[in-house]
């Protein structure tokens, strides 16, 4: 099972770019990195998925270093709107230990 | 996601009582997944279920059981409710790919309360 560790919080202003570190140190051969957000009382979206280097589409950017043990997701620009909870999951398409943790609370502030 | 439905979207019940929550799915997706939400946490997976003959455990399935009526559908029942189950209830799907990691489509959530 690979377990994720993720900060609880973060806070940041708008229009910062803000960067959320996941560690997955024991992340198996064959598995991806999937980030999604949640907004209270909404189910989670997908974000961005990622199995080495740099992955972006419009929404963020996903940084994995080649030991691939942890990986940073990257949102240009923040707004209000983006306050969410970030959640990092590690896992292969036939695993079914992928398991959404606590996530990461962020909140941005005018 | 439109494309993946829940009902009813809050229930309120007393203890001991049968519920049942229903998701739908127009996706064409083959695999399921039925979460559960409480305050401040992150989702915990109760069942799954890759096709219509396959139903599987989650981390937390005791005092759940599910149904697969069909690919689209797949409900969730809480035989004999009890208080600590009083919690907000996902359904997702994600379909099966050739490399990569599911991708999974999330309902808009049942608000479950058990007196």
């Known amino acids: 099972l690979a377990k994720t560790t993720q900060p609880i919080s973060m806070d940041s202003y708008e229009g910062q770019e803000v960067n959320i570190t996941c560690s997955h140190n024991?992340?198996?051969?064959?598995?991806?990195i999937t980030w999604y957000q949640q907004f209270p009382s909404q189910g989670p979206r997908f974000i961005i998925q990622?199995?080495?280097t740099k992955v972006t589409n419009e929404v963020a950017s996903l940084f994995i270093p080649a030991d691939r043990k942890s990986s940073t997701l990257s949102l240009p620009r923040v707004s209000l709107s983006d306050t969410a909870v970030y959640y990092c999951?590690?896992?292969?398409?036939?695993?079914?230990?992928?398991?959404f943790g606590a996530g990461t609370r962020l909140t941005v502030k005018p | 996601d439109a494309d993946v439905t829940q009902t009813p979207r809050n229930r309120i019940t007393k203890t001991g009582k049968r519920i049942m929550l229903e998701c739908s799915q127009t996706?064409?997706?083959?695999?399921m997944y039925w979460y559960r939400q409480d305050p401040g946490l992150g989702l915990r997976l109760i069942y799954y279920?890759?096709?219509?003959?396959?139903?599987n455990k989650g981390e937390i399935s005791d005092g759940y059981s599910v149904s697969r009526q069909a690919q689209a559908k797949f409900s969730l029942s809480l035989e004999s409710a009890i208080p600590n189950q009083t919690a907000l209830y996902f359904c997702?799907?994600?379909?099966?790919?050739?490399?990569?990691?599911?991708?999974?489509?999330f309902g808009p959530g049942t608000r479950l309360t058990v007196l």
């Open positions: 997702a799907t994600s379909d099966l790919v050739t490399g990569g990691a599911d991708t999974q489509y």
């Open positions: 024991n992340i198996a051969t064959n598995d991806y």
């Open positions: 990622g199995y080495k």
């Open positions: 999951l590690v896992g292969y398409y036939n695993n079914n230990d992928m398991r």
């Open positions: 996706k064409g997706h083959d695999r």
């Open positions: 279920s890759f096709d219509v003959k396959d139903i």
